[in-house]
Nanobody
Framework: QVQLVESGGGLVQAGGSLRLSCAASGRTFSRYTMGWFRQVPGKEREFVASISWSGEITYYADSVKGRFTISRDNAKNTVYLQMNSLKAEDTAVYSC??????????????WGQGTQVTVSS
């Protein structure tokens, strides 16, 4: 069982940056693929980025490629999402997710509660 807790959300002006963190409990975090997703009320949850257990393989949604960077520190049981050049359309609740096998855009077993990111234009 893995519990995930996000932090780092907030209000930022367009063009600014935020770094989200997702802290995981459990001894097997280092074996988990981790992902970030976002959701706007009334819309479906959207894949943002994922990272393999080793950190060597990453995937990004086209909408964030070149602006967002996913990374992880297995010693700290934490995955990060560095968000630069933020746009108003990045406003959403961001959630992290985990799975103990390789997945990319779906198939995650564990989810955090989410953290709100609001980008003002």
């Amino acid at each position: 069982q893995v519990q995930l807790v996000e932090s780092g959300g907030g209000l930022v002006q367009a063009g600014g940056s935020l770094r989200l963190s997702c802290a995981a409990s459990g001894r097997t975090f280092s074996r988990y693929t981790m992902g970030w997703f976002r959701q706007v009320p009334g819309k479906e949850r959207e894949f943002v980025a994922s990272i393999s257990w080793s950190g060597e393989i990453t995937y990004y949604a086209d909408s964030v490629k070149g602006r967002f960077t996913i990374s992880r520190d297995n010693a700290k049981n934490t995955v990060y999402l560095q968000m630069n050049s933020l746009k108003a359309e990045d406003t959403a609740v961001y959630s992290c997710a985990g799975r103990d096998r390789f997945v990319v855009r779906s198939g995650y077993d564990y989810w955090g509660q989410g953290t709100q990111v609001t980008v003002s234009s």
